[in-house]
Nanobody, 118 residues
Framework: QVQLVESGGGLVQPGGSLRLSCAAS????????MSWYRQAPGKERELVAA???????NYADSLKGRFTISRDNDKNTVNLHMNSLKPEDTGVYYC????????????WGQGTRVTVSS
């Protein structure tokens, strides 16, 4: 059974930092591109960052320099380090796993809520 379990969300003040983690199980982690998406209230879900099986990372242009994605293929985890958080970073953050070749193998976690507010 495929599972993606996010953790690490919460309330943080503007300028603060958070680390989100996603624990994966039930599939061959090293064969999947892992990504973080977010959905702000009233907005569509958007890509935050993605990391290939080989560790190549890509980011939404607006987030470069503040967010860092990383993965551990031995522990089947993917993390998102978020620095200098802004109120507009508020939303639900979702972990996603997409197979390198088989597009139908596309899995989502349940999300973790991040609130940036003073």
């Amino acid at each position: 059974q495929v599972q993606l379990v996010e953790s690490g969300g919460g309330l943080v003040q503007p300028g603060g930092s958070l680390r989100l983690s996603c624990a994966a199980s039930g599939f061959t982690f090293s064969s999947y591109t892992m990504s973080w998406y977010r959905q702000a209230p009233g907005k569509e879900r958007e890509l935050v960052a993605a990391i290939s099986a080989g560790g190549i990372a890509n980011y939404a242009d607006s987030l470069k320099g503040r967010f860092t994605i990383s993965r551990d293929n031995d522990k089947n985890t993917v993390n998102l380090h978020m620095n200098s958080l802004k109120p507009e970073d508020t939303g639900v953050y979702y972990c996603n796993a997409k197979h390198l070749i088989l597009a139908a193998r596309n899995y989502w976690g349940q999300g973790t809520r991040v609130t940036v507010s003073s």
